[in-house]
């Protein structure tokens, strides 16, 4: 069964700018959540997605938001960049969500704001 | 206070031996304790989870949990220098979210 997938593995982009970053859960898995890892702050939790509705999200600006689309699949939208956006992006998924579910991670989308 | 601790490390043991990580948690209604593995540039990599009060053993590593502490911890036994990573505690809150601590970083010396 393959793994979570996200893409793109790279991105650099420049303050102001918007960008997009996609994940697709291990196949079955309806529950998607997203992280920022920085090495100041750790992994923090963005948000969790499950049959296209957020049920959670973390304590971040509203410049980051999400979505889900029925095929499970999801993004992240980050507006305005600022430096400090700069972080490695985790998605995660699971099957439902369910504190009983095991949580899998992707390789990471690593965003660098110049 | 933070609602996941751990200590940062680094923790260094000499191979064969067992290494302990101890992790804290805030929230008592907190449900379910997942040990993951980090290595250097990589995603972390899920080891265990455990939700009962007690131990669970997975081959070299048992997971510990004592509710009424808010206390989970992991031991490897036999430490390998292949275990040297960061390994971070995960609190699934019930609210179909999970916070982690910051990491222990493991160094296992050959």
């Known amino acids: 069964k393959a793994g979570v997938t996200q893409t793109p593995r790279y991105l650099i982009k420049t303050r102001g700018q918007q960008v997009t970053l996609s994940c697709s859960p291990i196949s079955g898995h309806r529950s998607v959540s997203w992280y920022q890892q920085t090495p100041g702050q750790g992994l923090q939790f963005l948000f969790e997605y499950f049959s296209e509705t957020q049920r959670n999200k973390g304590n971040f600006p509203g410049r980051f938001s999400g979505r889900q689309f029925s095929n499970s699949r999801s993004e992240m939208n980050v507006s305005t960049l600022e430096l400090g956006d700069s972080a490695l992006y985790l998605c995660a998924s699971s099957l439902f969500g369910y504190s009983n579910n095991e949580q899998f991670f992707g390789p990471g989308t690593r965003l660098t704001v110049l | 206070q933070k609602e996941v601790e751990q200590n940062s490390g680094p923790l260094s043991v000499p191979e064969g031996a067992i290494a302990s990580l101890n992790c804290t948690y805030s929230?008592?209604?907190?449900?379910?304790f997942f040990w993951y593995r980090q290595y250097s540039g990589k995603s972390p990599e899920l080891i265990m989870f455990?939700?009962?009060?007690g131990d669970k053993e997975d081959g070299r590593f048992t997971a510990q949990l004592n509710k009424a502490s808010q206390y989970v911890s992991l031991l490897i036994r036999d430490s390998q220098p292949s275990d040297s990573a960061t390994y971070l505690c995960?609190?699934?809150?019930?609210?179909?979210?999970?916070?982690f601590g910051a990491g222990t970083r493991l160094f296992v010396k050959a």
């Open positions: 929230d008592r209604g907190s449900q379910s």
């Open positions: 995960a609190v699934h809150t019930g609210g179909f979210k999970t916070i």
């Open positions: 455990i939700y009962s009060n």
